[in-house]
Structure formats: C-alpha cells, structure tokens
C-alpha cells in the first residue's frame, strides 16, 4: 500500500499520531489526536479511524485499554511522506555545517569534524565512512621505503588532497625501486584506483616477457601489501555512542550492549554499512529495513559524499526508531552536502 492509497483523514491521524509518539514515547490516544484540532470529528470517529491504520499494520495497540503506537509500518509511511514532500530545512544545521572546513587537504580532519555534528546535533550516534585509499582515484602517487619493511604511499587525489598511508611489506624494496615503480603507475595509470591497477599491472604480468617480469612481480606485491594494509585500517569514525544510553529503556539493555560491542568493533559495523555507500540523497532505514542484526531496534539515518568524479563514503546517525525525523533527515543531507562542496572546492 502506498501513502497516496490513505484517505485524507487517515492520513492525517497517522501523521498526527506518529509525530506525538516521537515526541512522548507514549501510545497516543484518540483524545489526544482530537485535542490537537487536525479533525473535526468526535473522538469515536477517530477511534474508528485507529482501527482501519490497525488493520492496514500502520498502528498497533500494545494493551486493550491503551492507545496506538506506530509499527515499523507506520514509520516508513510517515518517513516516506517526509521525503517525498517539499525539500526539509534545518536553519540551525545550515549555520553550523559553516564550520565544516578543511585545511590544508586535511580529509580525515574534515571527516571527524562531520562525524561530531551529527553526534551533537541528532544527540544520536553519528558516524562516517572513510574512504579507502586503494579505492580512490588518484592523479599522484609516490612510494617512500621509510624503513625496512615499511612503505609509505603518498596519494594526491584530483580534489588536490593528500592521503598517506604506511604499509608493512614481506618484500624488500630501495628507494631507487620505489621511484621507478611511481613514474610507471604515474605514467600509466593516473585517473584509477589503485585497485584497478592492481589488476592491470596482473594482466600485463601475463603478458611481459622475462625482462620486466620480476619488476612487475615485486610491483604486485606492493599493491597487495597496500590493499591488504587498507582493508585491515578503521575506516570509520564514530562519536556520541553514549548519547544512545539514555534513549533505550530499561528492558533494551541487552540489544543496547550487543549495538555498543559492534560499534567497538568498528571495521565490522563499517562493513554492515558499506554496502549502502552509493545511494540517492538520502536514505532512512527503520528496524529490520536494513537487514543489519547490529541496529535491528535502530533507526539508521544516511547519505554519501564525494567529489565530482566519484562517492567517497557515506555518513549519518544511528538512533532509537522514536527520533525526530523532521529534524535528523536535513541534518544528515545538509552535512553530507557540505562536505561535497568543500571538497569539491577544495580542486577548484
């Protein structure tokens, strides 16, 4: 059933009753859908109304004797009204996403400085995907042996940022080496991943003959060494995990400890999310929407980032299902907006 299928009336007591559950917690009752004046009818009318949204699994009645609370149903179609109407604006978040700057190509810093918005702002958990450095498209790379075993790899992205990196390697490398393979991955490969010229350097492997057959072995091996060193790196940051402490009752506690050690366990929270990093503007999932059993009692509000070449990462909050939508939506759009633009800038 779609929003559009509700009567008028209908839809306006789920909308009503949806928003004073958000706002106490509390099952709404039909007095109080009749006290808020959105309806001229008497409270058995709405009453009769509650009914039908019960029957459509938009609203269900904990006891008896007690009023409605929104299903996860429900939620999605008030959710899905929010979205599809006109453009949501949050003043505040417009002034203070002003302070979102970058300095220096400083990405990383940038992204924190998201990440504790959200957190502030939502008085939710806010998180943010880094970029990984071997998924990036680079137009500068450089190789430096900073000890033995240890590369670091200096990445010049088009947006005129500068990402390192410092891989352990099982193979032993000179700087002279190190230098040859730059020029050749410069000359070659700028404007890919170095995912992607992994896999060209491996096909061209295939084909070389004797001559450069061990410089591009040796080559290979460095790239493995990169992408490994990049899967096992944190790449996300998380602030205002206590925020959610107070937000679940008493009887949640136990979902709340199994949300908290997936949260300490970073890199496996980030996995869960990544597979939503390249999404429209902005996407709101409720509960089991997002068939992620970490968050499963969660409502998980995102959206992505990037330049104009390509989606870098994604970014929102996590927080119980009772959270202000209204206000969480343009939050999480306006800060994924604006660190877009900064980086966007920072290549102009």
């Not at 080559?219 to 959610?244: E, F, T, Y």
Request: proline letters at 4%.
């Amino acid at each position: 059933m779609k929003m559009q299928e509700l009567r008028d009336k209908d839809r306006a007591v789920l909308s009503a009753s949806v928003e004073l559950y958000l706002k106490t917690g509390s099952p709404v009752s039909s007095g109080a859908i009749h006290q808020k004046r959105i309806l001229t009818d008497s409270p058995a009318t709405i009453r009769n109304i509650f009914v039908r949204l019960e029957e459509q699994g938009l609203l269900s009645q904990p006891h008896a004797s007690s009023g409605r609370i929104p299903t996860d149903r429900g939620l999605r179609f008030y959710v899905n009204s929010l979205l599809d109407g006109v453009p949501l604006t949050f003043d505040r978040i417009n002034l203070f996403a002003q302070d979102l700057s970058i300095n220096k190509g400083d990405l990383p810093g940038l992204l924190h400085q998201a990440s504790r918005v959200l957190a502030d702002q939502s008085d939710s958990l806010g998180f943010v995907i880094q970029p990984r450095i071997s998924r990036i498209h680079f137009h500068h790379i450089r190789f430096i042996q900073i000890a033995p075993g240890k590369v670091m790899i200096i990445l010049m992205t088009p947006f005129q940022l500068v990402l390192t990196e410092i891989v352990p390697t099982e193979t032993t490398f000179d700087q002279i080496e190190l230098d040859r393979a730059s020029q050749y991955i410069n000359a070659s490969f700028a404007g890919r991943t170095l995912s992607q010229t992994r896999d060209c350097i491996l096909e061209e492997l295939g084909k070389s003959t004797s001559k450069f057959e061990r410089a591009l072995s040796r080559l290979i091996n460095l790239l493995k060494a990169s992408i490994r060193q990049d899967d096992l790196d944190d790449p996300i940051i998380v602030q205002g995990a206590s925020k959610l402490i107070g937000k679940f009752e008493r009887g949640d506690m136990s979902r709340l400890k199994t949300l908290f050690q997936n949260i300490e366990e970073k890199a496996s929270l980030a996995k869960l999310l990544s597979e939503f990093i390249a999404l429209d503007r902005v996407k709101v999932l409720i509960g089991s929407e997002s068939n992620l059993p970490a968050i499963s009692d969660c409502a998980l509000v995102l959206s992505h980032y990037g330049d104009r070449t390509q989606v870098l990462g994604s970014l929102g909050i996590i927080g119980p299902k009772r959270i202000p939508y209204r206000k969480i939506i343009p939050l999480v759009d306006n800060v994924a907006q604006k660190i877009s633009q900064t980086i966007s800038r920072a290549s102009s």
